[in-house]
Every structure is written in structure tokens, then in C-alpha cells.
């Protein structure tokens, strides 16, 4: 099986720009989360998607949004970007949820923002 | 609230020495817990995992781990060290408070092997 693809994997922006990050989930699985990476604050949930239904959230402002597509797709979206907003955001998918599935991550999409 | 406590930023160790890394957990109930390896550029690899039962597991590329609930501990082990196990090591706690995949992770652990 093919593993969890993040697109695209570098990515740099400005302040005040958003961005479309995108992770294709390992065929038949239904839930995706998506993680920041900071050498500062280490790995931070930011939310899961289950169904095409966020299922949690992490403390996280509300420029941080994604979405689940009927296929399990995810997209998650950054607006107004901030230069703090610079990490590697990784994206996770697992066969179910609420049970004890462990992720499967992808490569990330590493975001500058200048 | 669930947090991960990985004490260590770097562990050194010897080919061919045993290798622990240690790991601490607060949890309200039981917990789930994991080990995942990060190598360079990538992204996080799942090593094993605890749900209940036998206090060791056993995982991928010779590692295992030790559950020991009265010390909220599970430390990752390895006999035998190898130069290629060099990498990121995270523990994860899944968040047992609700129907969903909320995990957290500690710091990260940085093992070194050396020839």
C-alpha cells in the first residue's frame, strides 16, 4: 500500500498570505489529523477529521482550518499567515478513531513564511 | 490534562550497547501508548504500541518497551544498538477523554549511536 502523501512538500510564503496544505490518507483509512512541528514548541495537534467530521480540535487560532473530503482527502488551510507560522506541519491517518490506531504520518509540507 | 514527559533531549550510546529512552505519561484513565522514530527530512514512524495486557512490547527493528503503571512510565529498549537507530524518538500518549484521535507527544528524545 502507498503511505500517507503530504503535497506540496516546501512551501514558502508571506505574512499576510494563506495557504492550502494537502494529505491523501493510506487507502481505506477514514481518519486524518494534522500535527505543527516547531523546534520551540515540538509536535502540536491541531485538529482530526473522521468522516468528513472534525472530531477535535487543538488549541490553535481560528486561522487554522481544514476539511475532509468523501474520499478522506484532507486540505488544511492557513490564513493570514504569521511568521510563527513557520514549521513542518505533518499530516497522520489511521484506520479508525477513539480506539488504539496508531498514525501513520507523511513527510510533511515544510512552510516558511517571510 | 494528559502530558508526555521524555527527560532526556539526547541519549549517547555504543554500537552494539543496550539503548533505553525514557518516557513518562500523566493520563486521567487508561492510557494508550506509543513509540514513534523521526529521521531526518521525514516523518514520524510508528514503532509500537501499549493498549493492555503483557507490560512489555514488543516492536519493529528490534525495539520493545516497558509499561510500568505505578511509575506512569514506558521507556523504549533496544539489547543491541545499531549506528542506523540514530534518530528523533517520540512517545505519544492518545487522549483518553473522548471518541476521538488526539495524541500527544513528548519533546523528543535525540539518540545518538556511535561506531
Known amino acids: 500500500k502507498a503511505g500517507v502523501t503530504q503535497t506540496p512538500r516546501y512551501l514558502i510564503k508571506t505574512r499576510g498570505q494563506q495557504v492550502t496544505l494537502s494529505c491523501s490518507p493510506i487507502?481505506?483509512?477514514?481518519?486524518v489529523s494534522w500535527y505543527q512541528q516547531t523546534p520551540g514548541q515540538g509536535l502540536q495537534f491541531l485538529f482530526e477529521?473522521?468522516?468528513?467530521?472534525?472530531?477535535n480540535k487543538g488549541n490553535f487560532p481560528g486561522r487554522f482550518s481544514g476539511r475532509q473530503f468523501s474520499n478522506s482527502r484532507s486540505e488544511m488551510n492557513v490564513s493570514t499567515l504569521e511568521l510563527g507560522d513557520s514549521a513542518l506541519y505533518l499530516c497522520?491517518?489511521?484506520?479508525?478513531?477513539?480506539?488504539?490506531?496508531?498514525?501513520?504520518f507523511g513527510p510533511g509540507t515544510r512552510l516558511t513564511v517571510t | 490534562a494528559q502530558s508526555v514527559a521524555q527527560p532526556e533531549d539526547q541519549v549517547n550510546v555504543a554500537e552494539g550497547n543496550p539503548l533505553t529512552v525514557k518516557c513518562t505519561y500523566s493520563?486521567?484513565?487508561?492510557?494508550?501508548l506509543f513509540w514513534y522514530v523521526q529521521y531526518p527530512n521525514r516523518g514520524l514512524q510508528f514503532l509500537l504500541k501499549?493498549?493492555?495486557?503483557?507490560?512489555l512490547v514488543k516492536g519493529s527493528y528490534g525495539f520493545e518497551a516497558e509499561f510500568n503503571k505505578s511509575q506512569t512510565s514506558f521507556h523504549l529498549k533496544k539489547p543491541s544498538a545499531l549506528v542506523s537507530d540514530s534518530a528523533l524518538y517520540f512517545c505519544?500518549?492518545?487522549?483518553?477523554?473522548?471518541?476521538?484521535?488526539?495524541?500527544?507527544f513528548g519533546s523528543g528524545t535525540k539518540l545518538n549511536v556511535k561506531p
Open positions: 497522520a491517518s489511521s484506520v479508525g478513531t477513539g480506539g488504539p490506531y496508531e498514525q501513520y
Open positions: 487507502s481505506g483509512h477514514r481518519s
Open positions: 477529521y473522521f468522516s468528513e467530521t472534525q472530531r
Open positions: 493520563v486521567s484513565g487508561n492510557p494508550y
Open positions: 501499549y493498549i493492555t495486557g503483557d507490560n
Open positions: 505519544a500518549v492518545r487522549d483518553p477523554s473522548g471518541n476521538f484521535n488526539k495524541f500527544y
